[in-house]
T-cell receptor, first 115, second 112 residues
């Protein structure tokens, strides 16, 4: 049973570019959340998708956007990249919607480096 | 808003030593509490959880008890191994919502 899978593993971009990160949730999960983890810090919540809609959003600018597809997979898009966007981006999936205390399962992340 | 405070690391121990990593939280209502572990180059793995006061979560020899009176969820293990070396994150979800709020993490280094 595959867990949460993310692609690509690593990515290098330059300032001002745009990037798309992808996530496939664990089988049976319908809710996807994205987190940003800066070096040496805990993950910070970006947003959460359920039933193809953004349901909750953290304190991130509109440059960060996302999408969830009918098969529950998800994309994170970041426009106008800044040096400060360099981080590990983690995708997490869970079941039973946004109001559940079911644990979230994390992928191994995408390491994004901005030059 | 909700927040989590963890003891700063690194915590350096010899194999078979007793481990405690302190975690306290601030939250309204009745949060669920979690410990996640992150090995080098990997994502986060759920270690244990507790969803109500006085619950004890346990897994792989690790334990933590949800203490509402002290707003704490300290992680303990009786005898650590070299393979336990990792970064440990305490986290919570607010009442009824899945958004995880993490602490800054505590690095554990175990030497043979």
């Amino acid at each position: 049973d595959a867990g949460v899978t993310q692609s690509p593993t690593h990515l290098i971009k330059t300032r001002g570019q745009q990037v798309t990160l992808r996530c496939s949730p664990k089988s049976g999960h319908d809710t996807v959340s994205w987190y940003q983890q800066a070096l040496g810090q805990g993950p910070q919540f970006i947003f959460q998708y359920y039933e193809e809609e953004e349901r909750q959003r953290g304190n991130f600018p509109d440059r960060f956007s996302g999408h969830q597809f009918p098969n529950y997979s998800s994309e994170l898009n970041v426009n106008a990249l800044l040096l400060g966007d360099s981080a590990l981006y983690l995708c997490a999936s869970s079941s039973a919607g946004i109001r559940s205390n079911q644990p979230q399962h994390f992928g191994d992340g995408t390491r994004l480096s901005i030059l | 808003g909700n927040s989590v405070t963890q003891m700063e690391g690194p915590v350096t121990l010899s194999e078979e030593a007793f481990l405690t990593i302190n975690c306290t939280y601030t939250a309204t209502g009745y949060p669920s509490l979690f410990w996640y572990v992150q090995y080098p180059g990997e994502g986060l793995q759920l270690l244990l959880k507790a969803t109500k006061a006085d619950d004890k979560g346990s897994n792989k020899g690790f334990e933590a008890t949800y203490r509402k009176e002290t707003t704490s969820f300290h992680l303990e293990k009786g005898s650590v191994q070299v393979s336990d070396s990792a970064v440990y994150f305490c986290a919570l979800t607010g009442t009824g919502f899945q958004k995880l709020v993490f602490g800054t993490g505590t690095r554990l280094l175990v030497s043979p």
